[in-house]
C-alpha cells in the first residue's frame, strides 16, 4: 500500500525500533530529484539543512516506530513546531510525506504528481530542506519519508 499527504501549510511569522538503510544516499538523491524538478520550472536549489533534516528524520522515526502516518504528531505536535524544535528559525515551511515508496525516484515521481506535493516543491521562495527516511519494522508500511521545506 502507497500513500501520500501533505500539508500545504506556508505559515508566515510565526514496537521494534526503525532501521535507517542507505539515508544519506537515499536523502542526497531525494534532494537532487526535487531541486533538477525545481530547476526545470524556473526556481533555484534547495540547499539541504541540518535542521531540517533532523526535523524530517525524527518525524519519520516517529511514524514507524508509533505506526501512524500523519503530519501531526500523536503528541500533538505540527511540522511547523517539530521544525522549531530542531532549531530552525523560520519565515515559512511546508512538508510532503509519503509511505510505502522504495526508492527516492519513485517518491519524488509520487509527489511530483500530486498538486498539493508538487506545489511544496515547487515553491520558489522556499530556500532550504531536509530529507527523512526510515525503514519501519512491523509497522502498516515498509517505509516513511519526509522533506521539510523552509525559508528564514
Known sequence: MKTLSLLIALTTALGPSPAHVPANDYVQQVVDLTNQNRQ????????LNAQLTTA????SDD?????????????????GQRISDAGYDWDAWAENIAA???TPTAVVDSWMQSAGHRANILNCSLHDIGVGYTVANN???????????GSQ
Open 40 to 47: 526545470q520550472h524556473g526556481c533555484g536549489n534547495l540547499a
Open 56 to 59: 524530517a528524520q525524527g518525524h
Open 63 to 79: 511514524m514507524a516506530t508509533n505506526n501512524y502516518f500523519d503530519h501531526d504528531s500523536p503528541d500533538g505536535r505540527d511540522p
Open 100 to 102: 510505502g515508496y522504495d
Open 139 to 149: 509497522a502498516d508500511y515498509p517505509n516513511y519519508w519526509t522533506q521539510d521545506f
